[in-house]
């Protein structure tokens, strides 16, 4: 480059959220040459978590990160999951991965902070800003650019504005509209919180249920503390359940009552839970991802819900598509279109993992979900899992073929492993 030209000037992203889809879309923007801002509003990035897993497609996605080494490391192996009666007799018992649906072989299961923390280490490069306990507060699309107002007081504009700030995301709310108009409840609402491991459970976990009502610890690996889960089948719309703790209890304690096992104890210890997490089991589903300049990814923009044990993956891929297609299109709202066009049918076939009878074997709701829960526990019990749970599921968390940005950018910078 001679003296007087001037390098073209790096595009600029502000992402909002610091989980899963916001630090792998920082890191892939980042290489394709993008000046990246990351605002989070916790004060850092949140470790810990229950676990999840990243299969199919989102491998594909962490090992061209450089990073299936790390995470493979952090896999924790859950071995099998028991069906117990009220009063504590094993109905039967499933391994965790035919379970699932899952492909043993590939598939990972880590904690969700121990994702993130690596998300996050692999964009700690000097290049990534990012800015803890701040939010976005006001965006205004002038067709150029967005100028951000920020929780914190900044303002600072930039070329483009992604959300990947989770199932509530403000974003969303700032630039589309009210939550209630894309959340579809699956109806239920559940409870997930740590508890002592006083029963010395390992590697997996025990589940009773009713109709309608699921309740479960699961203990990652050895670990000293476990997760309670408490789940209640409701027709209430995601929107009209109360962000009130006491209420989120006292209402979980009403549709428990009277349930035998471990339930009491699972109550209180819901209770007293200093992380406790309570909210509807809903999708997002929205006929546009973005508006403008800004647009979103990950549970923002397609949260399938865990039942469908897909978020995490979904985001991954989600991340690394918009990426590599803001990379290859000068107009953000060209390079929007085209993330939408190669990843929404995958997404929708993987949400649709969660819906009709898919996932009733762990949230049964009806008495017939139950009982065809138990046939399926039986024939198990007398021909083992194989042939239980067809392939189907794990052909539709590994039906995209990921694009090949690298291909088409020849200028790339150069690429660190991670
Ligand atoms: C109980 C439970 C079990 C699950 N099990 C599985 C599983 O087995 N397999 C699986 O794949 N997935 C599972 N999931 C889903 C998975 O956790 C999510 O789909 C995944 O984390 C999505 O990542 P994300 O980055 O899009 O959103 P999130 O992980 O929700 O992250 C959003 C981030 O944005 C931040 N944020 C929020 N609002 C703002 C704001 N206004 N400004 C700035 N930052 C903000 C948040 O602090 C957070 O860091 C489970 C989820 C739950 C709740």
Known sequence: MSKTEVPPRRRSVLVSGASIAGPALAYWLDRHGFAVTVVERAPTIRTGGYPIDVRGTAIDVVERMGLLPQIRAAHIASRAMNFVDGQGRVIGSVPIYEAIGSDSARDVELPRGTLASLLHDATRNGTIAYRFNDSIDSLHDDGQGIDVGFASGRRARYDVVIGADGL????????????????????????????????????????????????????????????????????????????????????????????????????????????????????????????GRVALVGDAAFAPSFRSGQGTSLALVGAYILAGELATHDDPQDAFAAYERVARPFVEANQALA????????????????????????????????????????????????????????????????
């Open 168 to 291: 509530h995301s403000r974003t969303r709310r700032l630039v589309v509209g009210p939550e209630d108009t894309f959340t579809h409840s699956l109806g239920f609402c559940f409870s997930l919180f740590s508890m002592p491991n006083d029963r010395g459970l390992s590697h997996g976990g025990i589940v009773h249920a009713e109709a309608g009502r699921i309740s479960g610890i699961w203990a990652v690996q050895d670990s000293p503390r476990v997760f309670g889960f408490l789940a209640f089948a409701t027709d209430d719309a995601p929107a009209a359940i109360s962000r009130d703790v006491a209420e989120q209890i006292r209402r979980t304690r009403a549709a428990f009552a009277g349930m035998g096992w471990e339930v009491p104890r699972l109550l209180d210890a819901m209770a007293a839970a200093d992380d406790l997490y309570f909210d509807s089991v809903c999708q997002i589903r929205m006929p546009c991802w973005s508006k």
């Open 355 to 418: 819906t009709g009878d898919n996932g009733a074997f762990f949230l049964p709701r009806t008495q017939k979900d139950i009982q065809a829960r138990d046939r399926v526990l039986a024939e198990i019990a007398r021909n083992g899992p194989t042939g239980m749970f067809d392939a189907s599921k794990q052909a539709v968390h590994a039906s995209l073929r990921l694009p090949d940005y690298a291909s088409v950018l020849p200028a790339l910078p150069s690429v660190s492993p991670g």
